[in-house]
């Protein structure tokens, strides 16, 4: 095991030895509305910085929540060649006959062609139970086989509370299961690493599937400026639940709520949530995306180091009347061995100001770092002595 490395970035945000003398602004009092509920979680993206938090780590069941890393799956597959935008897929008698009106639906028949596409409009803003299973089925080969990916994609995010065996959050005995942090973890992912098909099938308030509209329960698109979803859930065993983000002034904020009790207190505790993280807090930009921002040790590769930047802006999220410091460490396991990609995840940004919790962002290699050469590795273990 390699030693975490800590580089402290400055640039007139590091805390000064006057800091200790002034004092320091207490975080904003959070919104009534989310005082009942016994999950919330208000993450700003460009800092890593969660703004508010109560059990983030309980686990609790997501109802259809669970359709978001099966939409998740299917934009990595696509992603990867392995899936069609455009493939139909037959609606199996047995998947019409369970599923077909089961809740939220899009009523599909037996026999009937699907376009992935619309199976995506389906589950995303109808919610609809049997879409996720036709997708399951069609392209997984099975409920077992799409919920080994969705477990798959869940350790790749290191979603490390959270397991599926279900495709659309139908109750299954505790068997699904999220916390706050990983949906926040998911929905993160699904912003960035697939940017086009959020904003395709994510934020819409109504689908129409042949003579019929059917209509997303989403409480804050349409609602509060800037808010482009995500998915409720709801189930009498787990409540009234939303996983919702919104963007506004460059800044993305994602929110859960969990346990809710009622589909008003869910809408009241989403759009107040999302409106106190924007007027209560803001941002200090710190760097564009794509500015260098440090280098990391690299062992065994054609260069000693690699510069790490970040594929998005990155600022600190502070509270409106704060004007304290802003303590940056770069944190990787290093020394980072070669070869390394560029674009891969080596490190990470902490971001601090005040007692605000620390932010992480992940930070990336800005350029390829080959395996060296016997001689490079003697010279690059030899400057590292003396660095």
Same mark, same amino acid.
């Given at each position: 095991?390699?030693?975490?490395?800590?580089?402290?970035?400055?640039?007139?945000?590091?805390?000064?030895? *006057?800091?200790?003398?002034?004092?320091?602004?207490?975080?904003?009092?959070?919104?009534?509305?989310?005082?009942?509920?016994?999950?919330?979680?208000?993450?700003?993206? %460009?800092?890593?910085?969660?703004?508010?938090?109560?059990?983030?780590?309980?686990?609790?069941?997501?109802?259809?929540?669970?359709?978001?890393?099966?939409?998740?799956?299917?934009?990595?597959?696509?992603?990867?060649?392995?899936?069609?935008?455009?493939?139909?897929? =037959?609606?199996?008698?047995? +998947?019409?006959?369970?599923?077909?009106?089961?809740?939220?639906?899009?009523?599909?028949? &037996?026999?009937?062609?699907?376009?992935?596409?619309?199976?995506?409009?389906? +589950?995303?803003?109808?919610?609809?139970?049997?879409?996720?299973?036709?997708?399951?089925?069609?392209?997984?080969?099975?409920?077992? %086989?799409?919920?080994?990916?969705?477990?798959?994609?869940?350790?790749?995010?290191?979603?490390?509370?959270?397991?599926?065996?279900?495709?659309?959050?139908?109750?299954?005995?505790?068997? =699904?299961?999220?916390?706050?942090?990983?949906?926040?973890?998911?929905?993160?992912?699904?912003?960035?690493?697939?940017?086009? @098909?959020?904003?395709?099938?994510?934020?819409?308030?109504?689908?129409?599937?042949? @003579?019929?509209?059917?209509?997303?329960?989403?409480?804050?698109?349409?609602?509060?400026?800037?808010?482009?979803? +995500?998915?409720?859930?709801?189930?009498?065993?787990?409540?009234?639940?939303?996983?919702?983000?919104?963007?506004?002034?460059?800044?993305?904020?994602?929110?859960?709520?969990?346990? &809710?009790?009622?589909?008003?207190?869910?809408?009241?505790?989403?759009?107040?949530?999302?409106?106190?993280?924007?007027?209560?807090?803001?941002?200090?930009?710190?760097?564009? *995306?794509?500015?260098? +921002?440090?280098?990391?040790?690299?062992? %065994? %590769?054609?260069?000693?180091?690699?510069?790490?930047?970040?594929?998005?802006?990155?600022?600190?999220?502070?509270?409106?009347?704060?004007?304290?410091?802003?303590?940056?460490?770069?944190?990787?396991?290093?020394?980072?061995? *070669?070869?390394?990609?560029?674009?891969?995840?080596?490190?990470?940004?902490?971001?601090?100001?005040?007692? =605000?919790?620390?932010?992480?962002?992940?930070?990336?290699?800005?350029? &390829?770092?080959?395996?060296?050469?016997?001689?490079?590795?003697?010279?690059?273990?030899?400057?590292?002595?003396?660095?």
């Amino acid at each position: 095991m390699f030693p975490k490395f800590a580089i402290a970035v400055c640039a007139a945000l590091c805390v000064s030895p *006057a800091a200790a003398e002034i004092e320091i602004p207490v975080p904003p009092a959070p919104p009534p509305e989310i005082a009942k509920l016994p999950v919330v979680l208000l993450v700003d993206l %460009g800092s890593g910085q969660v703004l508010y938090a109560r059990n983030p780590g309980k686990r609790f069941l997501p109802a259809s929540m669970t359709k978001v890393m099966t939409a998740y799956v299917a934009f990595e597959e696509m992603a990867k060649g392995r899936l069609n935008r455009q493939a139909l897929l =037959t609606v199996k008698p047995q +998947i019409a006959a369970q599923w077909s009106g089961k809740g939220t639906s899009m009523y599909l028949e &037996a026999g009937e062609k699907v376009s992935v596409d619309n199976l995506l409009h389906g +589950i995303m803003t109808a919610s609809a139970n049997d879409a996720s299973v036709v997708l399951a089925e069609g392209h997984g080969g099975g409920i077992k %086989g799409w919920t080994y990916l969705m477990n798959q994609a869940a350790r790749q995010l290191d979603m490390t509370g959270s397991h599926f065996a279900s495709a659309n959050g139908w109750p299954d005995g505790g068997k =699904t299961y999220v916390t706050a942090n990983d949906l926040a973890r998911l929905a993160s992912a699904t912003i960035r690493d697939f940017p086009q @098909d959020y904003a395709r099938y994510s934020g819409h308030t109504s689908f129409k599937w042949h @003579d019929r509209m059917l209509y997303s329960h989403d409480p804050v698109t349409g609602v509060v400026e800037g808010a482009d979803g +995500i998915k409720t859930g709801f189930t009498n065993e787990a409540g009234y639940n939303f996983l919702g983000s919104a963007e506004r002034d460059r800044r993305r904020l994602v929110m859960v709520v969990g346990g &809710a009790r009622s589909e008003a207190e869910r809408a009241e505790a989403s759009r107040a949530l999302l409106e106190w993280g924007f007027a209560e807090w803001r941002a200090r930009p710190l760097f564009a *995306a794509g500015a260098q +921002i440090a280098k990391a040790e690299v062992q %065994g %590769g054609r260069a000693p180091a690699v510069a790490l930047t970040s594929k998005y802006p990155i600022h600190a999220t502070v509270p409106r009347a704060s004007k304290e410091p802003i303590r940056l460490r770069v944190v990787y396991q290093g020394p980072i061995k *070669a070869p390394i990609a560029k674009g891969q995840q080596v490190a990470e940004l902490e971001i601090q100001e005040g007692t =605000t919790p620390v932010g992480r962002v992940p930070l990336v290699a800005a350029e &390829a770092v080959g395996k060296g050469s016997a001689i490079d590795r003697l010279i690059s273990g030899f400057m590292n002595l003396f660095s």
